[in-house]
């Protein structure tokens, strides 16, 4: 069992948004701003969507945004294209020893 | 452009020790942290932890009796060990570039797939 919640699985039509949640507790998500965003694709290299809440990597449409309300992070996806089909997973630091710690991941169907 | 790319064997049998190398190229090992994340078959990311290159290591407390990190700097890589490996060890195994302090990973490999089996 993951230590932070992701839901399993979200949609949406090209164009649309969506949100994937992301909760904690006040060890990790709700306690630092260090929570970061990434994009599984099959057979292709993790890449970075989001950093430290709210920063987006060179290179990373902007499209894609982070934000935080309490022990809870969203990585918001507006104009959804096929692209963007793929696995999300969050993650944070926390103080409780093993340093970082992962969602249990997202998958993202674009219908 | 940052490139990173895993190799070691795909077959470990159990109690043995699974070694992985990660070849940095576009960068050099000695400037970053580094870091090492698997993927069990149909879960999650696991962190399995960093390390830099003086010798700072931090490691995933559920696996800390059996895992090490090294670099080899003539060579730009670094390597996993992790000893005593059973069936709970198959998994798809990252190498990334660790950001601190900012506990980010921006920077990933492909993955390898390491399967623990006799």
């Known amino acids: 069992q993951s230590a932070l919640t992701q839901p399993a699985s979200v949609s949406g039509s090209p164009g649309q948004s969506i949100t994937i949640s992301c909760t904690g507790t006040y060890s990790d998500v709700g306690g630092y701003n260090f929570v970061s965003w990434y994009q599984l694709r099959p057979g292709k290299a993790p890449k970075l969507m989001i950093s430290e809440v709210t920063t987006r990597p060179s290179g990373v449409p902007d499209r894609f945004s982070g934000s935080k309300s309490g022990n809870t992070a969203s990585l918001t996806i507006s104009g959804l294209q096929a692209e963007d089909e793929a696995n999300y997973y969050c993650s944070s630091y926390t103080n409780s020893g093993t340093l970082v710690v992962f969602g249990g991941g997202t998958k993202l169907t674009v219908l | 452009q940052v490139q990173l790319q895993e190799s070691g064997p795909g077959l470990v049998k159990p109690s043995e020790t699974l070694s992985l190398t990660c070849t940095v190229s576009?960068?050099?090992?000695?400037?970053?942290?580094w870091s090492w994340i698997r993927q069990p078959p149909g879960r999650g990311l696991d962190w399995i932890g960093y390390f830099f290159h003086h010798g700072t290591t931090n490691y995933n407390p559920s696996l800390k009796s059996r895992v090490s990190m090294s670099v080899d700097t003539s060579k730009n890589q670094f390597s996993l060990n992790l000893t005593s490996v059973t069936a709970a060890d198959t998994a798809v195994y990252y190498c990334?570039?660790?950001?601190?302090?900012?506990?980010?990973?921006?920077?990933w490999g492909q993955g390898t797939l390491v399967t623990v089996s006799s």
């Open positions: 990334a570039r660790f950001r601190r302090p900012d506990y980010y990973m921006d920077i």
């Open positions: 576009g960068d050099s090992v000695i400037s970053y942290y």
